[in-house]
């Protein structure tokens, strides 16, 4: 069974620094693009930033200049580097993948494939 495993969040004062991670595992065959997301409470989870399996970063205009996206494509992990924090960076993360991995004795495609998440606080 593929998995993505997020680790890496915690409560950190504003101004400071979180780098977040999340190793895909199983038997992985490939990984497509890969991005993190977050969701804060009340709200809809929204689009942080996304690389491609080229390395081409995309980010959101609110995490520009703050925020970098790298992955490792031999240890199947993306990171999300994060300088800067303010309040309003609190939420849940969530790291997303396309990616095709073994289920059961067949490779399959997974499409929009999510991790469980993890915390991220900012205080002010």
């Known amino acids: 069974q593929v998995q993505l495993v997020e680790s890496g969040g915690g409560l950190v004062q504003a101004g400071g620094s979180l780098r977040l991670s999340c190793a895909a595992s199983?038997?992985?065959?490939?990984?497509?693009?890969m991005g993190w997301y977050r969701q804060a409470p009340g709200k809809q989870r929204e689009l942080v930033a996304h690389?491609?399996?080229?390395?081409?970063?995309n980010y959101a205009d609110s995490v520009k200049g703050r925020f970098t996206i790298s992955r490792d494509n031999a240890k199947n992990t993306v990171y999300l580097q994060m300088n800067g924090l303010k309040p309003e960076d609190t939420a849940v993360y969530y790291c997303?993948?396309?990616?095709?991995?073994?289920?059961?004795?067949?490779?399959?495609?997974?499409?929009?494939?999510w991790g469980q998440g993890t915390q991220v606080t900012v205080s002010s």
């Open positions: 997303n993948a396309d990616l095709v991995g073994l289920r059961g004795s067949s490779w399959y495609a997974y499409y929009d494939h």
């Open positions: 199983g038997s992985i065959f490939s990984i497509n693009a």
């Open positions: 690389i491609s399996s080229g390395g081409n970063p």
